[in-house]
């Protein structure tokens, strides 16, 4: 007995080990420059405003590092104030993931420019694919970070505060505190890039199926 495969998807899959085309792989070569401009920027600033701090305490979240306002000293006031209601001390060393999080930018921006150079359609669904696992895992354990500042409270702290959930976007009134969290140009440039390259992906995915499509048919019965 003969089995019949469905012509279409046959002609899909032999498309996805097509070269990329080259418009494509300059457009990839950007999407690492965006990569590598996060780097310098900050992706997140979280802000507390109060009476008693009348023009605001900011701290700026880089891939790799903190950045205080005012010279770095407002990290040394958020701390004393975070020692008051038993939050957690802000301390570069403790937060890991930004240990992993620029070798994990830097891994995909290597692997963004080898699909660049010698990939095919199947190699940028594979860097479509990881980098939607890079963006749910970090987004997630920043989640993850903001929830347990907030919670896991020291018990014998000067003050009583109930557990609480920092902003994640937004603005949250926190005791006397008015606190913000916002992206900044770091997170812009990676949001670009993640939606940049799901956008080459599809755009690949439609024309080459097109293209595999027409050859296919214009080859006549001999080749379906």
């Known amino acids: 007995m003969t089995i019949q495969t469905n012509p279409g998807a046959r002609t899909f899959f032999e498309f996805l080990d097509v070269p990329l085309t080259t418009r494509i792989r300059w457009t990839l070569v950007a999407l690492a420059v965006v990569i590598a401009v ?68 830097g891994v995909t921006l290597l692997l963004l420019l080898r699909s660049a150079l010698l990939g095919s359609v199947r190699t940028l669904i594979d860097m479509a694919v990881l980098a939607t696992y890079l ?52 997170a812009w440039c990676l949001m670009l890039f993640f939606a940049g390259l799901g956008i080459v992906t599809l755009l690949a995915l439609r024309d080459g199926r097109r293209q595999a499509l027409a050859r296919r048919m214009a080859a006549g019965p001999a080749a379906a």
């Open 38 to 105: 996060s780097y310098w920027f900050p992706l997140w600033r979280i802000s507390m405003v109060a009476p008693q701090y009348p023009k605001g305490l900011t701290l700026d979240i880089y891939s790799w590092r903190l950045d205080g306002g005012n010279q770095g000293r407002d990290i040394a006031e958020i701390n004393i104030l975070n020692h008051y209601i038993g939050m957690k001390q802000i301390v570069r060393e403790e937060m890991v993931d930004l240990n992993w999080l620029p070798i994990a930018l």
């Open 135 to 186: 963006c749910g895992f970090a987004f997630a354990r920043f989640l993850v970070m903001l929830y347990s500042f907030g919670h896991d409270l020291d018990p014998t702290a000067p003050m009583d505060v109930e557990p609480f959930t920092p902003a994640i976007v937004g603005t949250k009134q926190i005791a006397n505190f008015k606190t913000s969290s916002w992206p900044l140009p770091g």
